[in-house]
């Protein structure tokens, strides 16, 4: 990316924002950053769009035509249905090097934030010069929090207006396995109006007052037409626990709608009232939620909308900052001993189940004149820790049968789940193997053990063919073992950034060896165990009666790990991965 620029001008009641970009594609290899799409909405309308091919020395070869551009509803993986459009269009030429450039304006009507600006396109391109220009009426009030950025530039005021610039660069870099969230790693302007109007008034200065314009443009959105009222009050006669009713209602939820994926950013603030969701049976997480407050209001159950950064990376809020910074909700249900989370976009997850993409971080409650901030559960061990169990069958001919019972949390359970509840057959066939950590191995059969809907455990069970886990030398022999369930780390001059485990990583692994070691004794220590500041590791290994067990565990809670440190934290977890492999037996020679 040789240049990319972003203008931002407000009069106060409207925004513009202006993307102007100039790439140069060095070879066919960059073909995929030749193809645009540029997202809008009803919010933010696409009121410019132009672009042009160019050689390397700035002549014009062909410029971006209507026939180019293609119209259509924007889509994601996680969606059956979007609001937002999309135009699509490529600019590729088949004489390297050439230049693309590309311009798009958005207007906002109304809105609610500024930018929250970084100096990357794509993270995989090196940005030359970036720069934000963000002009403003003279007595327009508003915040900034700049980060890794010095350079900034006042322009002179002009007819009652002011500007600001900043300039910078991104160097693109290799990234590593659970590093802090990306947005942490680069220079960024965020810029919030402190004042707004958005649907109705309201204001950033303080998170109450925010949590309270939350409130009032969702007044009168959770009424249940009385058909549904009538299902409800079907599906709860007789039932008075609160508990009961909570998870009978979130099971209807579950089973009678469907997500649909809206970015807040393109989608707005505003919930879709309860009946809409009635009548259509989707709805986004703002849309479900307030629907699922409607149920709980009917049923006299108060519950709290709560705001929050979502993702498995965990963004953290400037709390000193009060604006916009969220691009998820679902629902808390304060109890009187107990507060019940409700995900409400998900149709597999248990309630009270604050899974990793919402766990461990904060997320503001709304609550009428009391909105704050608070800090989400986090998972616990117990919540991951995952139980693998291994019985290996005699060999037969240099194969061997393995029977496996995989008893699955956290992570895994979240990923084994959904891929069992949404995938098609032809997909399950080609994808249960990333759920078992052997290698070269044909699996003859698997099934996935039917639980409670509400559990946070998922079962699986295989039968697996493979080698001799058994190799002999002279009077020694070595059995091998499978690999543990943990990331794969790189080697220290790979490490570039702290390690961030934001998630207990747990797991117990019994494994059952059937062999004739007749006149056989262990070679290792029977028990090695490996403690650090970092975790702990435990092997125990039992010869006896022909048989071999080998039981394992290992965590490693949540935790920051400097860089400095991580030659520390390497080592440790290099010597629980070799120590975890094999077990070497011998002849007893008495």
């Known amino acids: 990316m040789l240049n990319y620029d972003t203008e931002i001008v407000t009069d106060g009641k409207k925004l513009w924002k202006n993307y102007n970009l100039k790439l140069q594609i060095n070879s066919s290899d960059d073909n995929e950053y030749c193809e645009f799409e540029i997202p809008y909405s009803e919010i933010s309308k696409l009121i410019q769009l132009s672009g042009s091919i160019k050689d390397i020395n700035g002549n014009e070869i062909r410029k971006l035509s209507k026939k180019d551009i293609i119209t259509s509803s924007y889509f994601s993986n996680i969606a ?8 699509r269009f490529n600019l590729i030429h088949n004489q390297y090097p050439y230049i693309i450039e590309v311009s798009f304006k958005y207007e906002y009507s109304s809105f609610i934030n500024i930018i929250n600006w970084s100096p990357i396109w794509d993270s995989d391109l090196s940005t030359n010069k970036a720069t934000l220009t963000f002009t403003y009426p003279s007595n327009y009030q508003f915040n900034k929090r700049t980060t890794g950025i010095d350079s900034i530039e006042k322009l002179s005021a002009n007819e009652g207006l002011k500007s600001i ?49 939350e409130i009032e443009i969702s007044n009168g959105l959770d009424i249940l037409p009385l058909q549904e009222q009538l299902i409800i009050d079907k599906l709860t006669n007789g039932i008075t626990d609160p508990k009961k009713i909570i998870t009978v209602l979130y099971h209807y939820l579950q089973d009678n709608n ?38 709980l209001k009917y049923k006299q159950i108060e519950s709290c909308p709560v705001l929050v950064c979502a993702g498995k990376v965990i963004e953290k809020i400037d709390t000193t900052f009060p604006s916009q910074q969220f691009n998820h909700v679902f629902l808390s249900v304060p109890l009187p001993n107990d507060t019940i989370w409700l995900e409400c976009t998900s149709n597999t997850s248990a309630p009270d189940y604050l899974g990793t993409f919402t766990q461990n971080r904060k997320g503001l409650m709304i609550s009428n004149h009391k909105s704050e901030l608070v ?26 049968i393995i029977e ?14 959904r891929f069992y509840k949404h995938a098609t ?25 039917p639980i409670h809907r509400d559990s946070s455990t998922i079962i699986l069970k295989t039968n697996i063919e493979t080698g001799t886990p058994y190799s002999g030398i002279a009077n020694f022999l070595r059995i091998d073992h499978p690999s543990l369930v943990l990331p794969t780390f790189e080697r220290e001059r790979d490490r570039h950034f702290d390690v961030l485990i934001n998630c207990p990583i747990s797991s117990i692994d019994s494994i059952f060896y059937s062999y004739k070691f007749n006149e056989m004794i262990l070679n290792d220590k029977d028990t090695i165990s490996i403690d650090s500041k970092y975790g702990h590791f435990e092997m125990k290994k039992i010869l006896s009666n022909q048989a071999l067990t080998i039981i394992r565990k290992v965590t490693i809670p949540t935790q920051t790990i400097p860089l ?21 037996l011998k002849t007893n020679n008495h």
């Open 375 to 400: 800090h989400l559960p986090a998972l616990r061990t117990e919540d991951c820790q995952n139980i693998l169990t291994y019985n290996y069958n005699e060999p037969q001919d240099d194969k061997t």
């Open 258 to 295: 469907r997500y649909t994926f809206v970015e807040i950013d393109f989608g707005g603030m505003q919930p879709y009232p309860a009946d809409y969701v009635c009548k259509n049976r989707y709805g986004d997480c703002k849309a479900l939620s307030n629907y699922m407050k409607a149920l």
């Open 404 to 417: 496996t019972c995989f008893r699955f949390r956290g992570n895994e359970f979240e990923s084994l789940n």
């Open 165 to 213: 610039k900043w300039c910078s660069k991104y160097e693109k870099f290799k990234r590593n396995i659970l590093m802090p969230p990306f947005s942490t790693l680069n220079p960024s302007v965020r810029i919030a109006p402190i004042y707004f109007n958005y649907i109705n008034n309201g204001n950033f200065e303080s998170w109450k007052n925010f949590g309270d314009w």
């Open 425 to 449: 057959e032809n997909e399950k066939e080609g994808y249960i193997d990333q759920f078992i950590p052997l290698r070269n191995i044909k699996i003859n059969n698997w099934v996935i053990v």
């Open 80 to 87: 059956f249905y979007s609001d937002n459009m999309l135009k």
């Open 564 to 584: 400095d440190e991580y030659a520390n934290f390497y080592k440790f977890y290099q010597d629980i991965l070799a120590s975890s492999k094999t077990t070497t």
